[in-house]
Structure formats: C-alpha cells, structure tokens
T-cell receptor, first 116, second 112 residues
Framework: GAVVSQHPSRVICKSGTSVKIECRSL??????MFWYRQFPKQSLMLMAT?????????EQGVEKDKFLINHASLTLSTLTVTSAHPEDSSFYIC????????????FGPGTRLTVL | QQQVKQSPQSLIVQKGGISIINCAYE??????FPWYQQFPGKGPALLIA?????SEKKEGRFTISFNKSAKQFSLHIMDSQPGDSATYFC???????????FGGGTRVLVKP
C-alpha cells in the first residue's frame, strides 16, 4: 500500500511552453502533498506544500505564478510549469502525506523535465 | 541556510562492511528524523525514522543513532551489500507530517 504515482515520467518541451505534471496517491487519501525539485547530484528542495481545497504554500524564492499547483481532490495534485525555460529543467518529485500511516510522506517516482 | 548538514558526500565500502553517515541539525524544534534511500532516476523511499525520545532504533541492517544534546544523528548500514549502493538522505521536520528539510545526501558505493 501507500503508492504514489507521477505522470509523465519524462517530458521534453520547447522553451516557452507549459507542462503539467500529475501526482496521484493510488491507495490512500492525501490532504497534503508536497512538491520538490532536485537538480543532478543535489538534494531535494521543497518548492511548495499543496493542500486539498486551498491555495498552495510556496517556499521562499519559488515563483507561484510560474509553478502553478492545484490540489483538486484527495488523490490528485498537479504542478504546471508555465512558460518553461531551460533553467527549469530538473527532476520534479511529489510526496503525499498519509495520515493513516503516522503522517509519513510517500514519494512518487519523479518526473524528468527537459526544456529545449 | 542549510539547516541539516550531512557528511560524508560520498562513501565507498567493501561488501560486508559498515556504512556510516552523519547528520547535524540546527533547529531545536525538529522532532522527527527520517532517512531516505534514493536510486538514480527514482523517488526517495523511507528507510527508517526516529524521534528524540529514543537514542537508537534498529530495523534489520539499518540503525539510527540519535544524540539530542549534540543535535546529531547517524545512519549505520551493517553488512553492506552491493544492492545498498544508492544515495542516502537524512531529513528533519517539526513532527511527522510537516515539511521536511533534507541533508545534502551521501552517495554510497558498495564494492563486491
């Protein structure tokens, strides 16, 4: 149990386009999900906390108008990278909080975004 | 400001040896300390976690040691196997369920 999926696993897009990444909790409900970004050989950096039915809370330095987060249901959160540029190329990882599992965060497999 | 410092950055150990990774934190409000294992191109997976009310926790070959006064905690991987070759991250949060602050990561290579 406690599986989190992400779609797509890889995406390549042209500079200036927008990309949507989905994060789903497959076998549990998640009021809270988190979005991270990880550059090669670096640690995970929290971008924002996504709460179902309310606005996301962004970390300092993360542009909320560029990284749009929607947590429309208890099993789905989406991250849209708007007007993507090459510097947005990164590994994006989501996690979902399972309240029935002592508030443990379960991580998705990640999405590799490459902006040409 | 890096609130969780992890060392070493990389580690090479022989099969059967012990891998030791250390982390230090600054925020005394942290009270949940998990360790994650990440393979290339994959998301991190929880290995083991500890809270400050205990000084040690063991699960199989993985042991966390916790020193509250020194604000340090460490991961010991006993009888290291080639399949343990991965990047390990320590993290900390103010209670489980709150946002995690990650250490910089340690790349472990276990040689057969």
């Amino acid at each position: 149990g406690a599986v989190v999926s992400q779609h797509p696993s890889r995406v390549i897009c042209k500079s200036g386009t927008s990309v949507k990444i989905e994060c789903r909790s497959l076998d549990f409900q998640a009021t809270t999900m988190f979005w991270y970004r990880q550059f090669p050989k670096q640690s995970l950096m929290l971008m924002a906390t996504s709460n179902e039915g309310s606005k996301a809370t962004y970390e300092q330095g993360v542009e909320k108008d560029k990284f749009l987060i929607n947590h429309a249901s208890l099993t789905l959160s989406t991250l849209t990278v708007t007007s993507a540029h090459p510097e947005d190329s990164s590994f994006y990882i989501c996690s979902a909080l399972s309240e029935v599992s002592y508030n443990e965060q379960f991580f998705g497999p990640g999405t590799r975004l490459t902006v040409l | 400001q890096q609130q969780v410092k992890q060392s070493p950055q990389s580690l090479i150990v022989q099969k059967g040896g012990i891998s030791i990774i250390n982390c230090a934190y600054e925020n005394t409000a942290f009270d949940y300390f998990p360790w994650y294992q990440q393979f290339p191109g994959k998301g991190p997976a929880l290995l083991i976690a500890i809270r400050p009310d205990v000084s040690e926790k063991k699960e199989g070959r993985f042991t966390i040691s916790f020193n509250k006064s020194a604000k340090q905690f460490s991961l010991h991987i006993m009888d290291s196997q080639p399949g343990d070759s991965a990047t390990y991250f320590c993290a900390a949060s103010r209670t489980a369920g709150n946002k995690l602050t990650f250490g910089g990561g340690t790349r472990v290579l276990v040689k057969p």
